[in-house]
């Protein structure tokens, strides 16, 4: 179970990305936070990786209490969360398994990492390329692949970590719709199958309602809807959208 407690954000010049926002997330959920941009979304993600430190309130983990409380609660936090980007963030020049094998770093210790990782965690990588249809591939250079495929690789990378939890911002804010569909899908069914806790942000409504399990709406950095897919009537949409968002100064 993954907490959020009465968090909100206002950064140093001002701006409240995320007003006070409380949630409890179950283990397993397939959760979808949607809106348009500037909502609140992306911050709110990071605020639940640790990226950035909530100006206000808590994230906590079940059996593990509070993310912020230490170095090294907050490094096991993340040790724990995959994440997946809207850009990829591989690196060009490296194969799509050395870009998988990169999260198997943070499971060893340093002196261990100036060595050639374990046997066990090529094997890893592999199958979880193999998950996303791109064993292949696994030895093309990321830069040679398609957008799609590069973010199968971020999927399968955030999948070798063996994570209890993924957050995904915007994951196919960059691809045409029916290979943005084919890559949630993907990432829909590992998580299914393994148990895993997803977040994820969209903007697309269509993609939300066939994989959600509970939509969270944003908008000006409120939670204006918390709710099963098919409610999302044309009410609660015009709610969410009605308004481009904008940012208040704090006051």
């Not at 007003?19 to 997330?25: E, F, G, H, K, R």
């Not at 979808?32 to 979304?41: E, I, R, T, W, Y």
């Not at 993609?207 to 098919?230: C, K």
């Amino acid at each position: 179970m993954l907490r959020v407690h009465n968090v909100a954000m206002t950064y140093p010049n001002g701006v409240r990305a995320v007003m006070p926002t409380s949630l409890a997330v179950p283990k397993s959920q397939f959760l979808v936070l949607l809106g348009p941009s500037g909502a609140g979304k992306s911050t709110l993600l990071r605020c639940l990786n640790g990226l950035v430190k909530p100006t206000q309130g808590d994230v906590t983990v079940e059996g593990q209490g509070s993310i912020f409380r230490d170095r090294r609660t907050l490094r096991e936090h993340r040790r724990r969360t995959g994440m997946i980007f809207q850009q990829h963030h591989l690196i060009g020049r490296l194969t799509a398994l050395q870009n998988v094998m990169l999260s198997r770093v943070s499971a060893h210790s340093a002196l261990r990492t100036l060595f050639s990782l374990p046997r066990a965690d090529r094997l890893l990588a592999l199958q979880s390329l193999e998950r996303v249809g791109l064993l292949e591939r696994a030895l093309d250079r990321a830069d040679e692949l398609s957008g799609g495929q590069q973010q199968r690789i971020g999927i399968a990378r955030a999948m070798a970590q063996r994570p209890q939890i993924v957050l995904a911002d915007e994951p196919v804010a960059s691809l045409d719709p029916a290979t943005g569909e084919r890559v949630l899908a993907d990432l829909h069914r590992i998580c299914r199958e393994d148990g895993i806790t997803a977040i994820v942000s969209l903007h697309q409504i269509d993609l939300a309602r066939q994989f959600a399990d509970r939509v969270i709406g944003m908008a000006n950095g409120r939670v204006v809807f918390d709710g099963p897919a098919p409610l999302l009537s044309q009410t609660v949409l015009d709610q969410i959208y009605r308004a481009a968002p904008s940012r208040m100064a704090a006051a």
